[in-house]
């Protein structure tokens, strides 16, 4: 029989996921959401913010185009979006 702290441990977690940024995501979808992310791409050599591309490229898409680390780029913005809270 599952408890209400197990409901609750799941739905934060399922909440966390959520919020996660994943490499499959949208860079533009990303960037409408955590505007304070600007910074990261930035720092990163991705000045998408206002390229056509955007709107179609995922994160993993745009990272590799710009021979960036796809993995220490993600950690760094979900890092970030973490701090904020």
Do not use: W
């Amino acid at each position: 029989m599952v408890n209400k702290k197990q409901i609750n441990t799941k739905k934060q977690k399922q909440e966390k996921e959520k919020q996660k940024i994943t490499k499959d995501m949208i860079f533009s979808e990303v960037i409408n959401r955590y505007p304070n992310l600007a910074d990261v791409f930035f720092k990163h050599g991705m000045t998408c913010v206002g390229c056509p591309f955007a709107a179609q490229e995922t994160i993993e898409q745009g990272a590799k185009a710009h021979g960036i680390d796809v993995k220490k780029l993600l950690d760094e913005l979900n890092k970030k979006i973490k701090k904020k809270k």
